[in-house]
């Protein structure tokens, strides 16, 4: 009977290393996750992905998750987390699975690329534990967002509510470095420079230049991740959990 119970335990971990890999995990994660022996990770790696595992250290700073973009991504993950917790009691590396599963489902219905890895969410969980970080809930939209500790509840304000001044900037950066007959640096006249109306203006009528335009467009972008489980939606609120 123990004998049947290794091979299933066995059977368990497997499975659970084939799922982080295939959602591209590293190596290091899965050492830690699962009981494996590292020579069989690396073939079952090998196997599973099709090549060697990527090498280097795994993230270790929080400075990351503060940034604005990956701030709101690294939030609708751990808010997904935080409720799969409350709702149900699986291993701690199954909700992590399950929730960056959903993660990338919502990103994906949304059209957005999914900024926060595996290997990224399964860290920010252990900053959590480790109290490196912690949520804070928006004193705006009362959503609930990954800060540092020391975070004034009373006077944070999210992202979304508030996006930082140059947080479209990058865009505008790149259209600069295309050549000068790009098609995305021609107006709609043709002509070399000319401003096309989105970028002379928002959908709001109050953002000029590309950059504006880009703040804009990007913050109501991310404000359409999971619409339905922001505090203002009628159904259960994710975000306010």
């Given at each position: 009977m123990p004998r049947v119970k290794s091979i299933l335990t066995e059977a368990r971990?497997?499975?659970?290393?084939?799922?982080?890999?295939?959602?591209?995990?590293?190596?290091?994660?899965?050492?830690?996750?699962?009981?494996?022996?590292?020579?069989?990770?690396?073939?079952?790696?090998?196997?599973?992905?099709?090549?060697?595992?990527?090498?280097?250290?795994?993230?270790?700073?929080?400075?990351?998750?503060?940034?604005?973009?990956p701030n709101i991504h690294a939030s609708l993950f751990l808010n997904i987390h935080d409720y799969l917790n409350k709702a149900a009691a699986p291993d701690e590396i199954d909700t992590v699975i399950k929730a960056y599963q959903l993660y990338q489902e919502q990103t994906t219905a949304q059209g957005l690329e999914a900024l926060l890895s595996v290997t990224r969410a399964w860290r920010l969980v252990k900053f959590v534990d480790n109290g490196m970080l912690t949520m804070t809930k928006c004193s705006c939209c009362g959503g609930h967002f990954v800060t540092e500790p020391y975070e004034n509840a009373k006077s944070f304000v999210c992202g979304l509510c508030e996006p930082p001044a140059r947080a479209g900037a990058v865009r505008g950066r790149r259209l600069r470095r295309l050549p000068a007959r790009h098609p995305l640096r021609n107006g709609p006249s043709g002509i070399v420079g000319a401003e096309s109306p989105r970028a002379r203006r928002d959908d709001a009528g109050g953002a000029h230049g590309l950059e504006d335009a880009g703040v804009a467009r990007a913050a109501r972008r991310h404000g359409r991740v999971l619409p339905r489980f922001l505090p203002r939606a009628h159904a259960l609120s994710v975000f306010a959990v």
């Open positions: 971990q497997i499975e659970r290393a084939v799922t982080l890999i295939q959602l591209g995990a590293r190596l290091q994660v899965l050492e830690s996750e699962t009981a494996l022996s590292y020579e069989r990770l690396l073939r079952l790696y090998k196997e599973v992905a099709g090549k060697s595992p990527s090498k280097g250290q795994l993230p270790f700073s929080t400075d990351w998750f503060m940034t604005w973009q």
